[in-house]
């Protein structure tokens, strides 16, 4: 007899959660909590670098960086700030380096999730000195690594998977970003579009329940309402959306040139004959000089996103802040600092968006907030989060159908020019490639029904082991078979390394395959077993052919192999490039 824990078949089912989605959903609470918290200590030391660094002060509070009189020191305060960062990832850790996404990118699908205390602590002081020390940064990026790390040093306290270590990490960095930006929707979204690599409810429903524990905190710690509060009046809705089509082509171009400049920039920085630490400093000198042209792009330029969706900046002002903001923030973040990206994007994103409002189209606040829908999409790939957070971060609702067409249309240009994000580029040229396009496993779309072998050759149970090492040894087609008894129900399986195993031992030639193979524990699957799961068995027990049996009379209908394993991805294959015409006539025939 078969054991009954070889021949087990799992309870199919529309999704996989267990009982421990609830045990992660209890431990969000905790991971949306300090997601919050941690926003709250990141804008807090960002206060404090920027006064500390521009006005010579200790104070947490707000201070804007063009109310600083410091004349020609414009030039050298950036540097400093990005030469303290230099040194922090030299002798801290260069994990801190960049804009945070790619590094929580890269620890969830290589690094098992786990990230360290030490960058947990070193990445918000590093982001908030180079970002108070006039850094073109927003605080998104380095609270999607610091509330990811928190996320994940939590989990690492408990006895989880990897996987369950994802849904952590990724719900600290959702509740982070929903603290900063007050957007819990478009938190979950990012989480889903680009951090997760999956649509689960084990890791879906903690970012949520994460997401908005730190949604209920934001009140108290930071502040409610949109982060950018703005009204328009909506314009006629079909040119007004063939219109957020075309700004939706153009800033999709515009995210193109963006990421493609910023790796031809750290392409130059390579070559520099100086380390890698010096390049900050290097960086922040372009950062000050921007500066002396104007201060607006300094910092995180958070007035400079309201004042271009108030549509308050007069045409020279925005493309003044086009060109040079966008210099200053692909020289920084190519000489590798730390700071996001998030907040950058925004703003060339939505001066784009004002300049064609002021050229064509009419209310540049109205087309900026369209533009930064459009460039997050372009930039990130990631067209639902860029279009709801847009009006999620402003409060206009109503305009969303114009951030979906801006969002769409730039996402279509993206993936069609550029071959990576600028999230993934950075990833890519480490050596590792990742694929953002998320479909069903074909091997859990199809059953063992489609791809096995019916009626296989079986050996009977009757037949003798000299028999068997002959038929092995000179007709055997393949390299194991199903042993059956009269009636064709499974017995175990016989196979060519079984046979020179009784060779070996002196097995007597007049014994039967019902006697040698009886007593082993042989993996079985169902005609309607998902193939996944016959994988499963065949990578669990090394048996590469498994045996297909009927669940009530036991008798073989079928095999399946390794082999027959590949025509579930030929078949999807297939689904993908085989292209024809269907008529409908032709397949009622």
């Known amino acids: 007899m078969l054991s009954q824990s070889a021949a087990a078949v799992p309870k199919l089912s529309d999704h996989s959660a267990d009982k421990r989605m ?7 609470l905790v991971v949306g909590a300090g997601g919050a918290l941690g926003a709250w200590v990141l804008l807090k030391l960002i206060a404090l670098a920027t006064n500390f660094f521009w006005f010579a002060r200790l104070s947490a509070d707000h201070a804007a960086i063009t109310d600083a009189p410091v ?29 945070g ?49 928190i996320g ?21 960095a959702a509740a982070g970003m929903t603290a900063i930006f007050g957007t819990p929707l478009a938190a979950i979204l990012l989480a889903l579009e680009v951090l997760l690599f999956e649509w689960k409810p084990r890791s879906f429903v903690p970012v949520v329940i994460a997401v908005l524990v730190a949604a209920a905190c934001r009140p108290a710690l930071i502040g409610s ?41 750290e392409d130059l920085f390579d070559r520099l004959p100086v380390h890698w630490m010096w390049w900050p400093a290097i960086g922040g000198i372009v950062v000050g000089l921007g500066g002396v042209v104007d201060a607006h792009v300094l910092g995180a330029g958070y007035g400079s996103i309201q004042a271009l969706l108030d549509g308050a900046l007069g045409l020279r002002v925005v493309l003044a802040l086009l060109v040079v903001k966008g210099v200053v923030w692909l020289v920084a973040l190519g000489s590798g600092t730390s700071g996001g990206i998030l907040a950058p994007l925004l703003i060339l994103g939505g001066a784009a968006g004002a300049l064609a409002g002021h050229l064509w189209l009419g209310d540049p606040g109205l087309w900026a907030l369209a533009g930064m829908a459009g460039i997050l999409s372009g930039a990130m790939r990631a067209p639902l989060t860029g279009a709801l957070f847009a009006a999620e971060v402003t409060g206009l ?26 999230l993934t580029e950075k990833i890519a040229r480490r050596g590792r490639h990742i694929r953002q396009e998320y479909v069903v496993d074909p091997m859990d779309l199809m059953q063992a029904r489609d791809l096995m072998t019916a009626d296989p050759a079986t050996l009977p149970g009757t037949m003798t082991a000299g028999d068997a090492l002959r038929f092995f040894a000179e007709e055997a087609d393949h390299r194991s078979y ?22 070996v031992a002196d097995m007597p030639a007049d014994r039967t395959l019902a006697d040698l193979v009886s007593d082993a524990a042989q993996p079985v699957a169902y005609a309607e077993t998902p193939v996944g799961h016959v994988a499963d068995l065949i990578v669990e027990t090394g048996v590469g052919r498994i045996p297909i049996v009927d669940p009530v009379t ?12 590949l025509k579930a991805r030929h078949s999807h294959r297939q689904m993908e490039t085989a292209r024809s015409r269907f008529r409908a006539e032709a397949a009622g025939k």
Do not use: N
């Not at 007004?240 to 153009?250: E, P, S, T």
């Open 397 to 422: 609702f109503a305009a969303l159908p114009l951030s979906v067409a801006s969002a769409g249309t730039a996402y279509a240009v993206s993936v069609l020019i550029m071959r990576r994000s600028i």
């Open 482 to 503: 199903p042993v059956v008894d009269a009636a064709g129900r499974l017995l175990g399986l016989a196979s060519r390394t079984d046979a020179l195993g009784w060779r």
């Open 554 to 565: 036991r008798r073989v209908v079928g095999l399946l192999s390794r082999h027959d394993l």
């Open 152 to 172: 994940s040093l939590f989990a690492q306290c408990f006895r989880l998977s990897a996987a369950e270590r994802k849904a952590l990490l990724v719900a600290g």
């Open 225 to 265: 309402g949109p982060m950018f509060p703005m009204t328009a009046r909506l314009p006629a809705t079909g040119p007004a959306l063939a219109a957020a089509g075309l700004l939706g082509i153009a800033v999709g171009l515009q995210a193109t040139l963006l990421s493609a400049l910023l790796y031809r920039i």
């Open 71 to 99: 004349g020609l020191f414009i030039v050298a305060i950036p540097a400093l700030g990005s030469l303290i960062v230099g040194l922090m990832a030299r002798f801290g850790s260069d994990k801190i380096r960049g804009h």
């Open 22 to 28: 609830l045990l992660l959903a209890a431990m969000a």
């Open 101 to 149: 996404i790619p590094e929580a990118i890269e620890a969830i699908l290589y690094g098992q999730s786990r990230l360290s205390l030490k960058v947990a602590i070193l990445k918000p002081i590093s982001s908030a000195i180079s970002i108070g020390s006039g850094g073109p940064f927003g605080a998104e990026g380095p609270i999607i690594m610091t509330g990811g790390a």
